[in-house]
């Protein structure tokens, strides 16, 4: 079910709705989404979709002006004094370490309308249960935590051996991804059934992201990289500043190492332009609707194809 924009706060309490940024290009990414996940998304006329979107489109348009550099007066500053013992030992901790390994970075308190944004929707109903108990005077510890657990409990995730090497992992967490690949030490490796000596072992881990609200620095803005929904759900619950992990770049080559593909392919409209998409935008009906989803999940196609030969020393 397609809500235009002027509805956009008029589904039912039990839908499964997902708030999205009209006005913001691609034009055929949203059309996609549509047709695939919405229901009954294949029977809208494209031509609705398509006026609706170009309306957010022309008020994108006005806001460049009316609010040019707005991106550019984010508000941000260190964390409270309680709070710097929960970073340092967020800092220690081996799931940060092998997070954020690659820029420095800093975690501060940062302000939440002023963050650009890349990614188009948020799944409100999902995004609002997760962070009900923290209203606005919420303790500071309990807030740190929920936006930088220190730890995750991984998802449950189903593997099925499609044939051969051809394997398929599926959850319905969003983020289930192949991790980095490595070579494994004979002698960590538990007996098994080898058909020979065992020489060594390649592993091919699976599993989530650190799921750690950070924002990527350049210049004067911040773009938000990771924790969209909570992001959503703290701003509707009230709060204005939370903290966050901000990674530090100086320079293209860096960011095209931390940053999604869409930011790392047109940084000059993030990091440059007058007036990018920010995270106060999802609660502005002019340039949002809201649409009822049909169930997804994620599903990751892992296939091993093996070949040798001979070649000369």
Partial sequence: MFIPAQDSFATTEAAQTVIWLLGQPPLDEYLDFVARFVVDGADIRRSRLVAAWRRAHDHFARLEKREAGEADRVERFPLPPELRRHAARLRASRNFRNTFDVVRTTIEMVELDRLIVWQAQVEDRFALDRAADLHPGADPAQLFDFCLPARRAAPPVTVNRIAGGHFQLVSQAADLAMLR?????????????????????????????????????????????????????????????????????????????????????????????????LLKDFFDPAVTTRMSLRPTQTVVDLKISISSHYVPR
């Avoid at 881990?205 to 703290?234: C, D, K, Q, T, W």
């Avoid at 931390?258 to 332009?273: L, M, S």
């Fill in 181 to 277: 690949a490595r070579v494994l030490d004979p002698a960590t490796v538990p007996p098994g059934d080898e058909e020979g000596p065992l020489a060594g072992m390649i592993g091919l881990p699976f599993g989530f992201g650190a799921n750690m609200m950070s924002v990527i620095s350049s210049e004067r803005r911040l773009v938000l990289h990771n924790g969209y929904h909570r992001a959503y759900a703290l701003r509707a619950l009230g709060h204005r500043h939370v903290p966050c992990v901000v990674q530090h770049v100086t320079r293209r080559d860096e960011l095209n190492l931390v940053a999604d593909t869409k930011v790392a392919y047109n940084p000059g409209y993030y990091f440059r332009g007058p007036r990018p998409p």
